[in-house]
T-cell receptor, first 108, second 113 residues
């Protein structure tokens, strides 16, 4: 099975940079996803990493270290609309297991 | 528009009354899955399907059934709902079970009294 750990809550200021960490222990690894979920809405896909390194997509970047069982999501130039829950999810052979999510609050 | 459609959005029912939550996708996706989301527990997988007529248990399958008779539909059946199944349910699909991202439906908020 998989065990995924991420902080419960984080706060940051508009315009700043924030890093959300995710650590995992897994018996099988086929990639790591990050999703964003606004309150009362469905999760939406942000990024996917399967090889070590950094993937950049506009203001969002995601990093993976398979040897350390570690990933982070980096959000730059924070905007108020980035206030949401960020879900780390680890892909096994056929199942996708989600962490409990990190609630990010962006303040003016 | 490419989407995953769940119905109903809200449902209040009583213990023991069988119910079905429908899920349909129009993207010709092979992989479909059901999750429930509870405060403090995150998203937990109930059942998934790799393709037509192929279904498998996720992490919390007890009390649920699914079927995949057609590629586009993946209904979730609660034969005898109980209050501990009160939750927010999401259906999701992806092109394949590999590195394809999941597309989620808008959710079904179920209350069992």
């Amino acid at each position: 099975g998989q065990n995924i750990d991420q902080p419960t809550e984080m706060t940051a200021t508009e315009g700043a940079i924030v890093q959300i960490n995710c650590t995992y222990q897994t018996s099988g690894f086929n990639g790591l996803f990050w999703y964003q979920q606004h309150a009362g809405e469905a999760p939406t896909f942000l990024s996917y990493n399967v090889l070590d390194g950094l993937e950049e997509k506009g203001r969002f970047s995601s990093f993976l270290s398979r040897s350390k069982g570690y990933s982070y999501l980096l959000l730059k130039e924070l905007q108020m609309k980035d206030s949401a829950s960020y879900l780390c999810a680890v892909k096994g052979y056929s199942t996708l297991t989600f962490g409990k999510g990190t609630m990010l609050l962006v303040s003016p | 528009e490419a989407q995953v459609t769940q119905n109903p959005r809200y449902l209040i029912t009583v213990t023991g009354k069988k119910l079905t939550v429908t899920c349909s996708q129009n993207m010709n996706h092979e992989y479909m899955s059901w999750y429930r989301q509870d405060p403090g527990l995150g998203l937990r997988q109930i059942y998934y399907s790799m393709n037509v007529e192929v279904t498998d248990k996720g992490d919390v399958p007890e009390g649920y059934k699914v079927s995949r008779k057609e590629k586009r539909n993946f209904p979730l059946i609660l034969e005898s709902p109980s209050p501990n199944q009160t939750s927010l349910y999401f259906c999701a699909s992806s092109l394949r079970a590999g590195n394809s991202p999941l597309h989620f439906g808008n959710g079904t908020r179920l209350t069992v009294t």
